[in-house]
């Protein structure tokens, strides 16, 4: 009968132990008039909730990272990794019916890496995709921040000490997000005239750790090593930064009678 008004539609894959692999959705109201920056932050596949028969193909693949609109860095991540031979479940929710049923994902016959191995190399994959998330996470809040400061600022412009604060949390930001992702608008050729960000080298060492159904290398484990540890030294210096610097631009901005930024 199709969507009901008041209802919603999802449908989820789920692990044998009941853990959420992959879930799908309806395509948001309005989504053909968004522009692209808003598109890229999910560009589907959709459910067809309309009445009728319909066949929905997963690709048997975890989500990808967080993503950060217009981004263009972080490629090899709009997916996550393939799951691992075994049961699974697929649940469909349309309203308040919900349905589910089990079925097998066999392994490829060529691949000769035992269970261990691939669970292994998931678990990596999966930490270096919530990596990159944890980095899309902070620039998503950096860019939040920057534009409320960044309106208080010019809304003070006859307040110097307001100015003088908004600077200083501004400058911080920028040097953050500068570490963590490539700043600004983002062009096809952005590889050939910028160094790679912190978001950009785990996805290079995710491709080398996905390119073959093997146990992760010491090479492979050791460079996400070093790259996660200073993506968590940047999400630790933007703590800091709206602990502190922040926290001064709100009593400035109190001092001079204008409400805090949130």
Not at 194 to 202: C, E, F, I, Y
Not at 231 to 247: F, H, K, Q
Request: hydrophobic content about 45%.
């Amino acid at each position: 009968a199709g969507l009901p008004a008041a209802g919603a539609a999802m449908l989820e894959f789920l692990d044998a132990a009941g853990g959420v692999v992959r879930v799908y959705g309806v395509k948001p109201a309005g989504y053909d008039s968004f522009d692209e920056k808003q598109k890229s932050l999910d560009n589907g596949p959709w459910l067809d909730a309309s009445a009728g028969l319909h066949r929905f193909v997963w690709n048997l693949r975890y989500g990808g990272a967080l993503r950060v609109a217009g981004n263009k860095t972080t490629p090899e991540l709009a997916e996550g990794p393939f799951v691992l031979p075994g049961t699974y479940t697929a649940r469909l929710t349309l309203g308040d019916d919900v349905r589910s049923v089990e079925f097998e994902v066999v392994n490829d016959p060529r691949v000769t890496a035992s269970r261990d191995d691939l669970e292994k190399q998931l678990k990596l994959l999966l930490r270096m995709r919530d990596k990159v998330s944890d980095a899309h996470a902070a620039v998503n809040r950096i860019r939040d921040v920057r534009e409320q400061v960044a309106g208080w600022k010019k809304r003070a412009s006859a307040h110097p000490a307001v100015v003088h604060a908004a600077d200083d949390v501004l400058n911080g930001l920028a040097a953050i997000e500068d570490k963590l992702i490539l700043p600004g608008e983002q062009k096809d050729n952005y590889g050939l005239i910028a160094p790679t960000r912190l978001n950009a080298a785990v996805c290079e060492v995710y491709s080398m750790a996905i390119s073959a159904d093997a146990k992760p290398t010491r090479a492979v484990q050791s460079m996400f090593a070093q790259y996660a540890a200073a993506i968590e030294a940047e999400v630790g210096r933007l703590n800091t930064l709206l602990r502190t610097d922040l926290a001064e631009l709100n009593a400035a901005i109190a001092a001079a009678g204008l409400p805090a930024v949130v």
